[in-house]
């Protein structure tokens, strides 16, 4: 990457903003070689056909592209199969990209491709010391973080951030373990509106996300096929998957734009469009 188009700043705070740079990593080496989530419990035996994922993955970063984001491609590493999901392996939090800490030992190494590249274009990073955490798990709200308690992200470092980030507002959002990261149940798409999957959350926490936001509910069915996990380009416009009908035409009546690309075999894994990006810059 060069200096010019590469990682030459950072800018986040929120999940909805007009997205203007983003981290993605090719699906070359995608397979599941080992079970680390329900999803790929119900796909382990056919696995993932790898060209057919690289091909999505390559249609869904041109269409990226063409909307005028700017797509940085880590070098894709075969010892990291999962390495596709970007999100997960940071977070960008105003002008600094926190490092995920992996709670897998799967993923664990995939951090240090991207602190290297950060570091390489003098970009500010910054890791937790205690705990586990996931970008997946992390979503952000102008002046709100809603962090996911889950199997991969952990109390202590959730409240290890609050303490690193006094002026925001952090809520530890906790639900089912059936469930990855929070971003699979729960989802801001406008400054009033989320996506969410209510079962697999208490009533209490349900209602606190209600008192801040519009929810807009997907099926069962469509939970598993990810509904929740969008990634929202800004305008009001948003990526989501073609088989996911109802909750896609829930948006579209809300008059959101739905950029409909098949990432199917990609999803085989347990994740998405917001977990295969990890924005840089909104704005």
Request: proline share 4%; net charge negative; charged share 25%.
């Amino acid at each position: 990457m060069s200096r010019e188009n590469g990682l030459n700043q950072a800018y986040c705070m929120d999940e909805y903003s007009t997205l203007k740079k983003v981290i993605l990593c090719p699906a070359h080496h995608m397979e599941i070689r080992e079970v680390i989530n329900h999803t790929q419990e119900h796909f382990a035996k056919e696995d993932i056909d790898k060209s057919l994922a690289a091909e999505q993955h390559k249609h869904f970063t041109d269409a990226l592209e063409s909307y005028g984001i700017e797509v940085v491609l880590l070098p894709a590493d075969k010892k990291f199969p999962e390495q596709v999901f970007t999100r997960d392996i940071g977070f960008t939090l105003g002008n600094t990209v926190f490092l995920g800490n992996m709670r897998r030992e799967i993923r664990q190494g995939e951090e240090k491709i991207l602190e290297e590249q950060l570091a390489k274009h003098h970009i500010p990073f910054q890791s937790l010391q205690k705990g586990s955490i996931e970008g997946g798990d992390v979503i952000i709200d102008r002046n709100k973080l809603w962090i996911g308690v889950s199997t991969r992200t952990s109390k202590e470092a959730i409240d290890e951030l609050q303490k690193q980030l006094p002026h925001l507002e952090v809520t530890a959002v906790p639900f089912l373990d059936d469930y990855l990261h929070l971003d699979c149940v729960f989802n801001i798409v406008s400054p009033d509106e989320a996506v969410i999957f209510p079962k697999a959350l208490d009533k209490k926490m349900v209602d606190a996300l209600a008192a801040h936001y519009d929810l807009i509910e997907v099926t069962e069915e469509e939970q598993f096929t990810l509904g929740t996990n969008l990634l929202s380009i800004g305008n009001r416009t948003l990526f989501s998957l073609p088989m996911n009908k109802n909750i896609n035409k829930k948006l579209k009546e809300r008059g959101f734009n739905v950029i409909e690309v098949d990432i199917s075999e990609i999803i085989k894994s347990g994740g998405s469009f917001r977990c295969v990006t990890l924005p840089l810059v909104r704005g």
